[in-house]
C-alpha cells in the first residue's frame, strides 16, 4: 500500500528552465511533508518542507506547493543547475501512532546543459 | 542541517551471524528515530519508527525478533540484524528527528547508510 506516490520516475530539464516534480499521497492523516534529495550510496538530504496549513513554502530556489483537497504536492526548482540532477523523494509524516516518516518512490531529476 | 551519524558504513558478516548498526544524533536530541531500508533503484522502505524509551512501531512485513531495534537515549538508536542471510544483505539507512515548539518532530535528518553484505 504504497501512501506516498511520485509517479514520475524520471525527469529531465533543461539547465537555467523550471522543474517540477510531482508527488501525491492517499492518507488525509499526513500532517507535515518533506522533500530530499538523494545521490547514491547516501543518506537523503532535507530541501524543505511544508505543513499541512499552509499552501506554499519558499527556500531560495526551491518552492514546495501543497494542494490538500487533492492530497497532492509539488516542488518547483527555479533555476535548474546541473548540480541539482539527483533522485528527489517526497516524504509525509503521519501523526497518528509513531509519527512515521514515509517516502514516495523517488524521481531522477536530470538537468541537461 | 544537523548532523546523524550512522556507523559502519560498510559491514561483510557471515551467513548466521548478527550485527550491530548505530545511529547517533550528534547535535539535537531525537525524539523519534527511523529506520529504513532501500533495495537497488527503489524508495526507501520504512522498517520501524521508534520513540525514545519506548519499543519501536515495526512496518507491517517487518520481522522484529529479526531486526532489533534499541533507541536507548535521545542521542543513540541501534539496528541489530540477527541471524543474518544473504537475502539481508542491503542498504539500511536511520533518520533523526528534531522536534519543533511542540514534541512532535518537524526536521528529520539521515545518516549516511549502511551497506550490509551477508556472505
Known amino acids: 500500500d504504497q501512501q506516498v506516490k511520485q509517479n514520475s520516475p524520471s525527469l529531465s530539464v533543461q539547465e537555467g528552465r523550471i522543474s517540477i516534480l510531482n508527488c501525491d499521497y492517499t492518507?488525509?492523516?499526513?500532517?507535515?511533508f518533506l522533500w530530499y534529495k538523494k545521490y547514491p550510496a547516501e543518506g537523503p538530504t532535507f530541501l524543505i518542507s511544508?505543513?499541512?496549513?499552509?499552501d506554499k513554502n519558499e527556500d531560495g530556489r526551491f518552492t514546495v506547493f501543497l494542494n490538500k483537497s487533492a492530497k497532492h504536492l509539488s516542488l518547483h526548482i527555479v533555476p535548474s543547475q546541473p548540480g541539482d540532477s539527483a533522485v528527489y523523494f517526497c516524504?509525509?509524516?503521519?501523526?497518528?501512532?509513531?509519527?512515521?516518516?514515509?517516502f514516495g518512490q523517488g524521481t531522477r531529476l536530470t538537468i541537461n546543459p | 542541517g544537523a548532523v546523524v551519524s550512522q556507523h559502519p558504513s560498510r559491514v561483510i558478516c557471515k551467513s548466521g551471524t548478527s550485527v550491530k548498526i548505530e545511529c547517533r544524533s550528534l547535535?539535537?536530541?531525537?525524539?523519534?528515530m527511523f529506520w529504513y531500508r532501500q533495495f537497488p533503484k527503489q524508495s526507501l522502505m520504512l522498517m520501524a519508527t521508534?520513540?525514545?524509551?519506548?519499543?519501536?512501531?515495526?512496518e507491517q512485513g517487518v520481522e522484529k525478533d529479526k531486526f532489533l531495534i534499541n533507541h536507548a537515549s535521545l542521542t543513540l538508536s541501534t539496528l541489530t540484524v540477527t541471524s543474518a542471510h544473504p537475502e539481508d544483505s542491503s542498504f539500511y539507512i536511520c533518520?533523526?528527528?528534531?522536534?519543533?515548539?511542540?514534541?512532535?518532530?518537524?526536521?528529520?535528518?539521515f545518516g549516511q547508510g549502511t551497506r550490509l553484505t551477508v556472505v
Open positions: 533518520s533523526a528527528g528534531r522536534p519543533g515548539t511542540g514534541h512532535l518532530w518537524t526536521e528529520a535528518f
Open positions: 492518507n488525509s492523516m499526513f500532517d507535515y
Open positions: 511544508i505543513s499541512s496549513i499552509k
Open positions: 516524504a509525509a509524516r503521519g501523526v497518528w501512532g509513531a509519527q512515521k516518516l514515509v
Open positions: 547535535d539535537f536530541q531525537a525524539t523519534t
Open positions: 521508534s520513540n525514545e524509551g519506548s519499543k519501536a512501531t515495526y
